[in-house]
């Protein structure tokens, strides 16, 4: 296949794209702003029998949760060209041949896992997700597979492949150190749950071509791919994709064995391991044996909770991305909104890109109060050191939730949708519905009134931070009607410079 039928064929796949069918999914996702199911035309909606998902507790651990960080880290980080591995893609074949020798020099001493760990904790968060390989294909694990097939892109005569025999991971640059055990260890010391992302496809391994918009494309792309991702090539490649040959069943059965002794490595290695962060489709060819990873997974820890993103209904959880829902609450899946605190998810050199401690707790209440949680994306320089206005940003939101930690962890988004009151009050409440949080992101001034919250009689209200009492009553025309105190009109005074929450006994709708 030459250039011309790729991107015949690409728009062939836009075609179909667009029939009814198509546009209802699309309607879905739209709705809760995710790749679920509906969006995996391969991937049987009931999983086969004998397989299990997370059980219960993990699915209350994880809701339990409610805010971590998101770290993306690799050999991207050395140039440092925007969002993690993807400039990649846009490279000159020139600049394609350097990076994937990157790995020969990197040296991260400032890399300390007990001080990262030690960062989370002190800004409130349970939990942290890093990624153990993103599309590139850099291991920042000892892992034992081979690469055994990639591209030489300065080949004379343009890009071919040529085999190899390497590992590609940390364990072959000059700091030699298996970073995500230390991670682990130290998570597991501190007492933070522990998410490994793990990427299907791999851009340096040519065996995984042409999958998850592959630098090498190849004839039969077309059936391999699912059509997003097959659409996309045409953006990344400018209308000019390598093709090479299509893989052939020695090189599937070698893509799919490494795959899989990768994340066995994961889950095997490193202790107790809360979630695994699969990312992209492997298409419709190799999902047999990617169930297969899936349910050794499951046999090795049964109660890792696994994103749904290439597996569908085989996963455990949704990440609606730099996007909060609108109203979604109480999906049949628990979810995690993950952010980026700077412009992109990888390190961000420029302090004025960071957003800021109110739009980490807006944002963070926004999406608890809708049944959710929120990883703010915070990526390390090429040093191993992050932006110390990141690292301020966060401790300032550890500072809120040393306060108002009550209103966010363990706690359930209110029944029939009931989850804001204006712009500015949202609402959260207990497990055992004893009781509610109502959470202000501005100042109110004297008086606060609440349409959809009526507290029984005799109920005392409370500032979580502040001593006494606060004054209310109940007007049918109006609602509930909350006077805040004289002194509490002075920021000096209250518990807290960003959020206030109210603690309300009992209430009921």
């Not at 209802?24 to 790749?35: C, D, K, L």
Request: with cysteine; charged share 25%; net charge neutral.
């Amino acid at each position: 296949m030459n250039r011309r039928e790729f991107l015949s064929s690409i728009s062939a796949i836009a075609a179909l794209s667009a029939c009814p069918a198509r546009a209802q999914s699309q309607t879905a996702v739209e709705s809760f702003p995710e790749r679920v199911l509906q969006d995996s035309p391969y991937v049987e909606h009931e999983p086969i029998q004998g397989y299990h998902n997370a059980p219960a507790s993990a699915y209350q651990a994880f809701q339990d949760m409610k805010f971590g960080a998101r770290i993306h880290w690799g050999i991207y980080s050395i140039w440092h060209r925007g969002a993690e591995s993807w400039p990649f893609l846009k490279m000159s074949f020139e600049d394609r041949q350097s990076y994937n020798q990157l790995y020969k020099t990197w040296n991260p001493t400032g890399f300390d896992a007990s001080k990262w760990v030690t960062t989370f904790k002190e800004s409130g968060m349970k939990m942290f997700a890093f990624t153990t390989k993103h599309h590139e294909g850099f291991s920042m694990f000892d892992t034992r597979t081979r690469v055994k097939s990639r591209a030489n892109w300065t080949a004379s005569g343009g890009p071919k492949m040529e085999s190899c025999d390497l590992a590609y991971s940390i364990m072959e640059t000059p700091f030699r150190r298996d970073i995500v055990k230390e991670l682990c260890d130290e998570a597991h010391k501190q007492g933070i749950k522990i998410d490994l992302y793990f990427s299907h496809p791999d851009w340096y391994d040519a065996d995984f071509r042409p999958y998850g918009q592959h630098p090498l494309q190849v004839p039969s792309s077309a059936n391999l791919m699912i059509p997003s991702d097959y659409q996309r090539t045409r953006m990344f490649y400018d209308d000019q994709p390598v093709i090479v040959p299509d893989p052939s069943d020695a090189e599937v059965k070698r893509m799919m064995e490494r795959h899989r002794t990768q994340l066995v490595e994961l889950v095997s290695n490193y202790g107790t391991i809360d979630m695994i962060c699969l990312d992209i489709f492997l298409g419709p060819k190799v999902w047999p044996e990617l169930r297969k990873t899936i349910m050794k997974v499951r046999e090795i820890q049964p109660q890792v909770m696994l994103r749904n993103r290439g597996i569908g209904n085989y996963g455990d959880y949704y990440t609606p991305e730099r996007v909060v829902p609108g109203s979604e609450v109480g999906k049949t899946k628990p979810w995690f909104c993950i952010y980026p605190l700077g412009s992109d998810f990888s390190y961000d050199p420029d302090p004025a890109k960071y957003k800021g401690v109110t739009w980490i707790i807006d944002t963070l209440v926004d999406t608890v109060a809708k049944g959710g949680g929120l990883m703010v994306g915070v990526g390390p320089s090429a040093q191993g050191e992050f932006h110390p206005e990141a690292v301020r940003q966060m401790k300032e939101a550890g500072k809120w939730l040393a306060v108002n930690g009550e209103a966010i962890y363990s706690t359930r988004p209110r029944e029939g949708h009931l989850y804001a009151d204006g712009d500015h009050v949202r609402f959260t409440r207990s497990k055992d519905n004893s009781w509610v949080y109502v959470i202000m992101t501005r100042w109110p001034g004297r008086e606060l009134t609440l349409t959809s919250l009526r507290p029984k009689d005799e109920s005392k209200i409370t500032m979580l931070g502040s001593k006494g009492d606060l004054d209310w009553s109940f007007d049918p025309a109006k609602g509930t009607v909350i006077r805040l105190p004289e002194t509490l009109q002075d920021l000096a005074n209250r518990p807290c410079e960003h959020a206030w929450t109210l603690k309300v006994r009992q209430a009921s709708t």
